[in-house]
C-alpha cells in the first residue's frame, strides 16, 4: 500500500516556541490531507484539512493562527504549532488519499509525531 | 457523518477469530463502512472497507448487513499483534475527512 511519512517522530520544545511537523506522501499524490491530534487515551480528532495550492479548512475550535498548515505540493504538508504551551502536548497524525483512487479507496495515515512541551 | 456504535472493548483468544460488530443505523445510501485499527503510539492502518458487498482480504473480512446498519469485522485467526483500538467508521469517500469514535479496544490473550 501507499506511504505516508511524518518528521520528526518526537519533539520536545520548550514553551513559547514553534516546532513545524512534515507530512509527506512518499509514493503518491494527494490533493487533500487531513491533520489529526489524539491525547492520551482518546480517540484521534480531526483538526484540519490541508488543501494543495489554498488555504486549510479547520474543524470548530481549532485556533488556526496557532496552527499553521501549508500545502505547498501534492506531496508535502505542514503543521506548524506556533507558541507551544504545554497543553499542546499530544500525538499528532497525518493522513492522505491518493488521487488516483478517485476517492474510493482508502487513507493512509503517517505514523504520528509525539509533541512534548516543557 | 454518519455516527457508529461499537463495543469498547473485547477479548480474545489467539488463534481464534474475533468478530468485532459494528452498528451504523443511519448510514447513508452512498456511504462506505471502513474499518482501520490502531496499534498502541501508531498511526491508524486499513483494514478494510465495503458499500454493500462483503468483502475479504488478506488481512479480514467485513460483513454488512442487506440493511447496511450494522457490519461485523473478522480477524479468522486472531494473534497478539492482532490486540489493537478497532475503528469502524462510515464516509462517503476516501477523499472525505474521517471521524474518529471510541472504537474497540481488542485483546488477544495466549
Known amino acids: 500500500g501507499a506511504v505516508v511519512s511524518q518528521h520528526p517522530s518526537r519533539v520536545i520544545c520548550k514553551s513559547g516556541t514553534s516546532v513545524k511537523i512534515e507530512c509527506r506522501s512518499l509514493d503518491f499524490q494527494a490533493t487533500t490531507m487531513f491533520w489529526y491530534r489524539q491525547f492520551p487515551k482518546q480517540s484521534l480528532m480531526l483538526m484540519a484539512t490541508s488543501n494543495e495550492g489554498s488555504k486549510a479548512t479547520y474543524e470548530q475550535g481549532v485556533e488556526k493562527d496557532k496552527f499553521l498548515i501549508n500545502h505547498a505540493s501534492l506531496t508535502l504538508s505542514t503543521l506548524t504549532v506556533t507558541s507551544a504551551h504545554p497543553e499542546d502536548s499530544s500525538f499528532y497524525i497525518c493522513s492522505a488519499s491518493p488521487e488516483t483512487s478517485g476517492g474510493l479507496g482508502e487513507q493512509f495515515f503517517g505514523p504520528g509525531t509525539r509533541l512534548t512541551v516543557l | 457523518d454518519a455516527k457508529t456504535t461499537q463495543p469498547p472493548s473485547m477479548d480474545c483468544a489467539e488463534g481464534r477469530a474475533a468478530n468485532l460488530p459494528c452498528n451504523h443505523s443511519?448510514?447513508?445510501?452512498?456511504?462506505?463502512v471502513y474499518w482501520y485499527r490502531q496499534i498502541h503510539s501508531q498511526g491508524p492502518q486499513y483494514i478494510i472497507h465495503g458499500l454493500k458487498n462483503n468483502e475479504t482480504n488478506e488481512m479480514a473480512s467485513l460483513i454488512i448487513t442487506e440493511d447496511r446498519k450494522s457490519s461485523t469485522l473478522i480477524l479468522p485467526h486472531a494473534t497478539l499483534r492482532d490486540t489493537a483500538v478497532y475503528y469502524c467508521i462510515v464516509s462517503p469517500t476516501g477523499f472525505q475527512k474521517l471521524v474518529f469514535g471510541t472504537g474497540t479496544r481488542l485483546l488477544v490473550s495466549p
Open positions: 443511519t448510514i447513508s445510501g452512498n456511504e462506505y
